[in-house]
């Protein structure tokens, strides 16, 4: 069983900045990450709202942070973990493959797309329906696609889309759209995006292999190629149990949470805004609390 000081879990913006404040402070730090760093930021096709860049997209701002991370020589380990255990004032944390003893825990394990939970739904992921413009826009070229949802992210899905799709029709449960007005005056550039207010998909129709169309909830029928779900998050937070609130970790304001010793930060955690300037703050303050404890400072 390998030995650390802490571990960080989940590599997206969050858990970055925290394993780079704690290695720089010569922190024994080691990452534990499933997917491609950068988390949430590998999906976002556009970002104008971060101090510093008029304009980055996701994946680039992503392998940005990861190349600092890689120059500081911060360990990485690409596995799942599975569960968190807390005992004699040590923490074990437990991948697929093997266990890591650890003084400290950091938790950024971030947020995951929500669905609508309708029949056939998980059977359609990868053969029509998709949670990310940006990764599947391209099998759309010259199709017809749908976006549910109304908030930021359904709105820049749509107009990402509407660059490479031949038509894009936004679904929105509500009469008006929810995201930044700077982002809805965007529809306007474009002919090929419609909006249809006060509707619902009820149903996913096709084959075995594809989508075809979806049913709405005023009895129209939509023939589409496909249906890219953008109505929010849920929080990965399962690993321990720590006090939460619909499921969001709850932290004081040194960012630990229930159990001593075990921090959380980024989206994962409940507070009021999601962005990704926020989520660096709260890794900072995270490894900063660490970095003060392990140091008696």
């Known amino acids: 069983m390998q030995k650390r000081e802490v571990v960080v879990i ?4 969050a858990g970055m900045t925290a394993s780079i404040y704690l290695k720089r402070a010569g922190i024994d730090v080691l990452v534990i990450e499933c997917d491609a760093p950068g988390g949430q930021l590998n999906k976002s096709s556009s970002i104008e709202n971060y101090p510093g860049f008029k304009f980055i997209d996701g994946p680039t701002l992503a392998m940005n942070i990861y190349e600092q991370v890689n120059d500081l020589n911060v360990d990485y380990l690409f596995d799942k973990v599975v569960e968190i255990k807390n005992s004699n004032d040590k923490r074990i944390v437990k991948t697929a493959k093997e ?3 650890c003084d400290y825990v950091i938790l950024s394990t971030g947020r995951t797309s929500r ?3 309708l029949e056939n739904e998980k059977k359609y992921i990868g053969k029509g329906i998709s949670f990310c413009a940006l990764c599947d826009g391209n099998f759309y070229k010259d199709k017809n696609v749908i976006v549910i949802g109304g908030g930021n992210s359904a709105v ?3 107009l990402y889309l509407a660059n490479i799709c031949k038509k894009v029709i936004i679904v929105h449960r509500r009469d008006k759209l929810t995201a930044e007005e700077a982002l809805i005056e965007g529809i306007n550039k474009y ?3 419609e909006i249809l207010y006060k509707t619902n998909v009820l149903k996913y129709n096709g084959d075995d292999n594809k989508i075809e169309s979806v049913t709405l ?5 939509i023939d589409v190629d496909g249906v890219f ?3 929010g998050y849920v929080p990965i937070n399962n690993l321990i149990d720590v006090k939460k609130e619909n499921g969001y970790i709850l932290v004081d304001d040194n960012y630990e949470t229930s159990i001593s010793n075990i ?3 980024g989206d994962a955690i409940k507070k009021n805004t999601y962005q990704i300037a926020t989520a660096i703050g709260e890794a900072t303050n995270a490894a900063s609390n660490i970095i003060r404890k392990i140091k008696g400072t």
């Not at 989940?10 to 913006?13: E, L, M, N, R, T």
């Not at 909830?217 to 029928?221: L, M, P, S």
Request: net charge negative; hydrophobic share 35%; glycine share 12%.
């Open 10 to 13: 989940g590599s997206g913006v």
């Open 99 to 101: 266990e890591i003893e």
């Open 115 to 117: 669905m609508l939970n």
């Open 156 to 158: 820049e899905e749509a």
């Open 191 to 193: 002919d090929n995006i």
């Open 217 to 221: 909830d005023n009895g129209n029928t």
């Open 229 to 231: 779900i953008a109505i």
């Open 263 to 265: 921090y959380a930060c």
